[in-house]
């Protein structure tokens, strides 16, 4: 026994003491030991990196304004606060364990609500299935149907995790492309322009075809497929004998009079579909992470093999709440004062008014019919700023926003994500915007993007009013978006104010060092405010002590 132990020692530590001298020997050892076995698993290769770790770090760091990132940051309706806070101060058995494959007044809610809006007799306990957030939806649906060697089918742009889910089931993507149709001079780009070429889309189907990937409302363009194409895409998958898998998350967020279909209810498709919803998105409580997933037994029962080998269960109380919700809405559903009514106007109130301020500062918006977000076309500062910064081979728009969050204090998404590599170059002039900010019915909120630390000033003595503004400390010799919040909106803008060119790089450009720390104005307790309507450009002006400034952008938020 002495003799096999001093062995293995050998074998262990001989090659550790000819390292070199000085080196400890739990630094070899341990090197030694890390680089002997490939650590991570194979199906992690080329899917390390994720755009919203990078582009949040980013914001954090250079303290900048996020209208990037899809969340709200105002509450949820009070019926939904409500729903939760009960919650928890109700039944005590709500902190314990509920049905795997969810809460049953929930699945019960979620099979009579969608069982009507589909056309279906839907079983809560064969057809509906809670998950961890659409998110936990979309992994299951992968890793219960994709195997090695499957092609599915994705529509770009596209939701990013749609192509890493597929490559980690050992699935192959295969994309067809959205293209943008011409538009008539002076009118901006729509969503709806943005159409699948129907051969294009026919050619993608193979007999390894195992899944098409449907995402309406569409993230990041805002699409909302028409009936129309929903029926095409519906007669391949059957023709083909191709699973759909429809992420809906934004089904209640759909804007200027068009209506939102789901695929599942069209004939022949039931059988065949996976309709994924949020509970995050529909109430406005991203952070609750309760989502669904509906369909027929002969797919479902595959899912539900993969969550109860995974999560197993997901928290009770949040869906609870989430239960709660959905029961006011059926008592109010197709009313005047219904949730899903009110949202999406105010909504498209927001997506409005950001949209008119991004135009007056040389964006140009596709104006989208549904979602949180919408994108902007920024062809003009590519012609005018093309060698920003960035690594070799890096897409503009990736450049563009990293100049933004470190210059500007303002954080947006480049939509090159949401390609396929061999695509991004030739989507790289667009960026999202996410415009689902701040709270409907409060005081405005401004955005100011100035070119000199003593703005705050120049507003009071140029313009009057009581503005209380956040303070965002620039880099060394640019401008940046600040935040305020004002209890009234500013005075109107005198005749001699002068209005913000379109097109004007001068929006973007260098700036003198910041206001001396005595003239920034105190801090602002509120929310994070949110990008809207770019006003005017007043006049220079000057003040006791302070340097000339000018207003580059007001950008008032009022929902």
Request: a neutral charge; proline letters at 9%; charged letters at 20%.
């Amino acid at each position: 026994m002495f003799r096999n132990a001093t062995a293995m020692s050998w074998l262990l530590l001989g090659p550790l003491q000819r390292k070199k001298a000085g080196t400890s020997l739990t630094q070899c050892l341990h090197q030694t030991l890390t680089m002997a076995k490939r650590v991570q698993a194979r199906r992690l290769d080329g899917i390390d990196h994720n755009p919203w770790v990078e582009f949040v770090k980013m914001a954090s760091e250079f303290d900048a304004v996020n209208l990037g990132q899809g969340f709200p940051d105002f509450p949820p309706p009070d019926f939904a606060v409500e729903a939760f806070q009960h919650v928890l101060s109700s039944d005590f058995m709500l902190n314990q364990y509920t049905k795997a494959f969810g809460y049953p007044p929930l699945t019960k809610t979620l099979a009579s609500f969608f069982g009507t809006l589909l056309g279906q007799e839907i079983d809560p306990l064969k057809n509906v299935l809670v998950t961890v957030g659409a998110y936990g939806a979309l992994f299951t649906a992968f890793q219960a149907l994709v195997e090695e060697g499957d092609e599915v089918i994705i529509i770009e742009p596209f939701f990013d995790c749609y192509e890493p889910m597929t490559l980690m089931a050992g699935g192959r993507p295969v994309f067809v492309t959205l293209k943008p149709g011409p538009t008539q001079d002076g009118e901006l780009d729509s969503s709806s322009n943005w159409q699948l070429d129907p051969t294009d889309l026919a050619s993608k189907f193979t007999s390894r075809t195992k899944a098409l990937i449907l995402n309406t409302p569409n993230n990041p363009v805002g699409k909302v497929f028409s009936k129309e194409e929903l029926e095409l895409v519906a007669s391949l998958c059957r023709q083909h004998d191709v699973i759909c898998i429809t992420d809906e998350v934004y089904q209640w967020l759909v804007y200027d009079g068009y209506q939102h279909v789901s695929i599942a209810s069209l004939p022949g498709m039931w059988e065949r579909t996976l309709t994924i919803g949020s509970a995050g998105k529909t109430f406005s409580a991203t952070g609750w992470k309760v989502g669904w997933v509906l369909g027929p037994d002969s797919l479902m029962k595959h899912l539900r093999t993969v969550h109860q080998n995974s999560v197993y269960h997901c928290p009770t109380q949040g869906q609870a709440a989430v239960a709660r919700s959905f029961e006011h809405e059926q008592l109010h559903f197709g009313q005047p004062g219904s949730y899903f009514v009110q949202f999406p106007r105010a909504m498209q109130r927001a997506r409005d008014r950001m949209m008119h301020s991004l135009q007056s500062v040389g964006l140009k918006p596709v104006v989208p019919q549904g979602s949180y977000f919408f994108i902007a076309d920024i062809s003009d500062f590519k012609s005018k700023m093309p060698d920003l910064p960035g690594e070799v081979d890096e897409p503009y728009d990736r450049r563009f926003v990293k100049w933004l969050i470190k210059n500007k204090g303002l954080v947006a998404i480049p939509v090159s994500t949401f390609y396929s590599v061999p695509h991004r170059k030739l989507f790289d002039h667009y960026i999202r915007f996410c415009f689902v900010k701040d709270v409907p019915g409060e005081e405005p909120t401004f955005l100011i993007l100035v070119d000199s630390g003593t703005l705050p000033q120049c507003l009071y003595s140029c313009r009057g009013g009581d503005v209380d503004l956040t303070w965002a400390s620039p880099c060394s010799s640019l401008g940046r978006v600040t935040q305020s919040r004002a209890p009234s909106v500013f005075s109107p803008v005198s005749s001699e104010t002068q209005r913000l060119e379109s097109n004007s790089v001068l929006a973007l450009s260098p700036s003198p060092a910041p206001a001396p720390a005595q003239h920034r104005p105190r801090p602002c307790t509120g929310p994070a405010p949110a990008l809207a309507r770019a006003l005017h450009r007043p006049q220079p002006c000057t003040g006791p002590g302070l340097a000339p400034a000018k207003v580059l952008a007001s950008l008032p938020f009022l929902i």
